[in-house]
């Protein structure tokens, strides 16, 4: 069964660098979406991406994070310069299309930012 | 307009027993209302979803219900299972093109046998 994968399933990272987190959607999806869930927390939208392009992106989604479809395959979130809030599980979600509605999810990134 | 709440915050039940959680929205252009499961280190997993235009769905142990009128919406799991224990959340989504889910909080499911 086709599955959305991310990588590194774990980062590590100092304030202030700046880090890319990667997922490879599944092969037949259009939408592509990046959440995440803070310790304890509600999962909380960031940003969804569509035709190469960027669809909505949350208050969250600042000056700060950026997103890209480099190629066929993957999808990446790259945070410019991290704060220590930054520290959560991010999740990458696909949808095949607007139609469809389900949405994903890969099994995510922890980033810790220390 | 933008917020789902779900209750309870955590529910214990024993084996064989029927869990019911519950989620309530405001926003009636929300048209999309799945739940997910989450087990710890994991990602979401899509469990069950349920479009407006039907009052339940039915899964296997799993029924969703939902009340248009009072913009409500809830999980059964019949005969839960200790393998069940898990968060669980609800969202919902419509309203545009791109599909965002807002969630609810959660609820920490833990079935004992």
């Known amino acids: 069964e086709p599955e959305v994968t991310q990588t590194p399933s774990h980062q590590v990272t100092q304030m202030g660098q700046e880090v890319i987190l990667r997922c490879v959607p599944i092969?037949?999806?259009?939408?592509f979406y990046w959440y995440r869930q803070i310790l304890g927390q509600k999962v909380e939208f960031l940003v969804s991406?569509?035709?190469?392009?960027?669809?909505?992106k949350s208050e969250i989604f600042d000056d700060q994070f950026s997103v890209e479809r480099p190629d066929g395959s993957n999808f990446t979130l790259k945070i410019r310069s991290t704060k220590l809030e930054d520290s959560a599980m991010y999740f990458c979600?696909?949808?095949?299309?607007?139609?469809?509605?389900?949405?994903?999810f890969g099994p995510g990134t922890r980033l810790t930012v220390t | 307009q933008q917020q789902v709440k779900q209750s309870p915050q955590s529910l214990i039940v024993q084996k064989g027993g029927i869990s019911i959680i519950n989620c309530a929205y405001e926003?009636?252009?929300?048209?999309?209302f799945p739940w997910y499961q989450q087990f710890p280190g994991k990602g979401p997993a899509l469990l069950i979803a349920?479009?407006?235009d039907v009052s339940e769905k039915k899964e296997g142990r799993f029924t969703i219900s939902f009340n248009k009128s009072a913009k409500q919406f809830s999980l059964h799991i019949m005969d839960s299972q200790p393998g069940d224990s898990a968060t669980y959340f609800c969202?919902?989504?419509?309203?545009?093109?791109?599909?965002?889910?807002?969630w609810g909080l959660g609820t920490s499911l833990a079935v004992n046998p």
């Open positions: 979600a696909s949808s095949r299309d607007r139609v469809g509605y389900e949405q994903y």
């Open positions: 092969s037949n999806h259009l939408y």
């Open positions: 991406f569509y035709n190469n392009e960027i669809s909505e």
């Open positions: 926003n009636t252009a929300f048209d999309y």
């Open positions: 349920i479009r407006p």
């Open positions: 969202a919902a989504s419509g309203a545009g093109n791109n599909r965002k889910l807002i």
